[in-house]
Nanobody
């Protein structure tokens, strides 16, 4: 059983930055594939970024490459999403997701993950 807690959301002006954190209930979070998804009101939940356990490789939605960076700190047992150059269209609830290392499911799909946090609100004003 894995419990995930996101933090770091808030209100920021366009062009600003935020760093989201995801803290798990396990001490070996580095053995899990992790990802960030986001969902705007009335919209489908969409993939933002992922980092794999196997290699530490990172993956991003095309529209977010160059602005968002996913990383993990095993010493702190935490996964981060650094968000720069934020735009109003980035406004959404951001969710941390995780799964025990799994090579059979897509890392870009919500169905590929078993554990979810409660979400943290990010609001970007114009």
């Amino acid at each position: 059983q894995v419990q995930l807690v996101e933090s770091g959301g808030g209100l920021v002006q366009a062009g600003g930055s935020l760093r989201l954190s995801c803290a798990p209930s396990v001490r070996t979070f580095g053995t899990y594939d992790t990802a960030w998804f986001r969902q705007a009101p009335g919209k489908e939940r969409e993939f933002a970024a992922a980092i794999t356990w196997s290699s530490g490789n990172t993956y991003y939605a095309d529209s977010l490459k160059g602005r968002f960076t996913i990383s993990r700190d095993n010493a702190k047992n935490t996964v981060y999403l650094q968000m720069n150059s934020l735009k109003p269209e980035d406004t959404a609830v951001y969710y941390c997701a995780a799964r025990y290392r799994d090579y059979s499911r897509s890392y870009r799909d919500t169905n590929g993950y078993d554990y979810w946090g409660q979400g943290t609100q990010v609001t970007v004003s114009s």
